[in-house]
């Protein structure tokens, strides 16, 4: 799979700034499916210290790669890449908590109501936005007792840390974008469109990678990890193993990975490790 062009920030940076870009009028970020446009975070929320980019050499990169390695076996394919990547979404979720409930804890009593989670979503006359914040916040509330706590408000506002989530914002994307009703989305709807004229070569490629079932159309489990930017993640992590794969024997080793660093450097596959690298502080 050819990778995609990285421009300002590095692709473990989407939760940030995907979330940002569909709520350029709120003070906290939902994530949403657009195709990564690297460094739109102007109305971006101080969810956490952005560290000071520098070189993945080849001692970070080892280091990297030796966290990625699961069960230490020396080699990892794409699966133990995604559990890893799963992972470092939950770390990173864990590292925003005190700023979430600094922002969102209007009262300070040490947890979010959902009306102070819905106020600090913004649009409040928009009927369909906040059906969607009401089904993430019921899907974060895993004690079901009305308000979320920290790790539950991180949850929220980081949908690819938490399965239920995550599937929670697809549903509500589904309904926001089903003009006729019908439970899922034809093409036109997904990308907000009024013709398929206006359709681009790389959205219907993309969608065509999104529906599963080939029906054409995407239900919500089919637009789940797009939603969140788990896909683009996962995509990059894809390229990493077909780039570095030398003997293609399904496994990345860590010789085969370092023969590739400086090339992965140039794409979202070494911007994702570069920011893993960051996450862990190695």
């Known amino acids: 799979m050819p990778f995609l062009l990285p421009v300002l920030l590095i692709a473990g940076v989407w939760k940030a700034f ?4 569909e709520e350029d009028d709120e003070t906290m970020p939902e994530g949403h499916g657009e195709e990564m446009e690297m460094g739109e975070e102007d109305a971006l929320p101080e969810l956490g210290v952005e560290p000071e980019w520098q070189a993945l050499t080849e001692e970070r990169f080892t280091a990297i ?29 864990e590292q925003a908590m005190e700023n979430i409930m600094e922002d969102s804890d209007t009262n300070k009593d040490g947890r979010v109501s959902l009306e102070e989670m819905l106020a600090d979503q913004g649009n409040p006359d928009d009927d369909v936005h906040q059906e969607q914040q009401k089904l993430k916040f019921t899907a974060a509330d895993k004690d079901k007792d009305g308000f979320l706590d920290k790790r539950e408000a ?23 974008k089903d003009t006729n009703k019908d439970g899922k989305l034809d093409i036109k709807e997904f990308y907000d469109l009024e013709v398929s004229s206006d359709l681009e070569s790389g959205e219907k490629q993309e969608f065509a990678v999104l529906d599963k079932n080939e029906d054409n159309f995407l239900d919500a489990k089919e637009i789940q990890a797009f939603e969140s930017g788990r896909h683009h993640q ?13 003997d293609q024997d399904g496994f990345v080793t860590l010789a085969e990975a370092l023969e590739k660093r400086e090339d992965m450097m140039e794409h ?15």
């Open 154 to 176: 991180a949850m929220f506002m980081y949908p690819d840390s938490d399965p239920e989530v995550e599937a929670a914002m697809a549903q509500g994307e589904i309904q926001r």
């Open 268 to 282: 979202d596959a070494g911007f994702q490790l570069d920011d893993w690298a960051h996450l862990l502080e190695l």
């Open 65 to 93: 790669f030796k966290k990625m390695d699961l069960n230490s076996d020396g080699k990892i394919p794409v699966d133990e890449l995604h559990l890893f990547s799963r992972d470092m979404n939950t770390k990173r979720a």
């Open 234 to 246: 996962e995509r990059a992590l894809v390229s990493f193993v077909e780039t570095a794969d030398a």
């Open 18 to 21: 995907v979330l940002a870009q």
